[in-house]
């Protein structure tokens, strides 16, 4: 999981907010079942677009205040920010074809 950074409270400012990249949030947590099935996707992605999208997770458990900061009321939900902004998201467990047709839209 090298390409796949964990972010947390105290990190997501300089990580994902400052990042000159635009940033594929996984907001995740260890319990969550949909949320092991979709890890692998993201680490897929992240090798994917490499130099192009940074991937960051999230746990909700142990960074609640991303979590509220971005509204995330149901895991794993995937966010796509440039500049702090949320571009798009995804919500729930989804393949990698239909993660990359959302990525490809916001790179665009």
């Known amino acids: 999981m090298a390409d796949v950074l964990q972010v947390t409270d105290d990190t997501f400012e300089a990580e994902v907010t400052n990042s000159e990249l635009p940033v594929l949030v996984d907001f995740w947590a260890p319990w969550c079942g949909p949320c092991r099935m979709v890890a692998p996707v993201v680490e897929a992605v992240a090798g994917k677009y490499a130099g192009k999208l940074k991937v960051v ?6 960074s609640p205040a991303s979590a509220t900061k971005f509204g995330i009321r149901s895991i794993p ?9 949320v ?3 995804i919500i729930g467990a989804v393949g990698e074809d239909a993660l990359s047709e959302t990525i490809d839209k916001v790179l665009a």
């Not at 939900?77 to 902004?85: D, E, N």
């Open 57 to 62: 997770k999230v746990n909700v458990d142990d």
């Open 77 to 85: 939900t995937l966010a796509i920010l440039k500049g702090g902004t």
């Open 87 to 89: 571009q798009d998201q």
